[in-house]
């Protein structure tokens, strides 16, 4: 139980460190940025990296659990 415990806090650390898209094309270009350095660019040969990026693009913030969700799936991919 303690493990889902670390991955919700990271979850839930990185939702608030995604920016805000604000509407504007140029908030949507910066949230793309964001995301394609956290699990692009620094993780290296993640494999479901770009799965992860056009989830979180488009995420708005009522719906966190839902994409903390999706994201747990993607993850658990190389698992099964």
């Known amino acids: ?19 805000l898209t604000q509407g504007t094309a140029v908030g949507r270009a910066r949230r793309k940025e964001f995301l394609q350095k956290v699990f692009l660019t620094a993780s290296g040969s993640f494999s479901h990296g770009n799965d992860i990026v056009q989830l979180l693009e ?9 994409t ?3 994201i747990i799936e993607v993850l658990a991919r190389d698992i099964a």
């Open 1 to 19: 139980m303690l493990d889902y415990w670390a991955l919700d806090v990271l979850l839930e650390l990185l939702a608030r460190l995604i920016p």
């Open 68 to 70: 903390a969700s999706k």
């Open 58 to 66: 488009h995420i708005s913030g009522d719906v966190w659990e839902e």
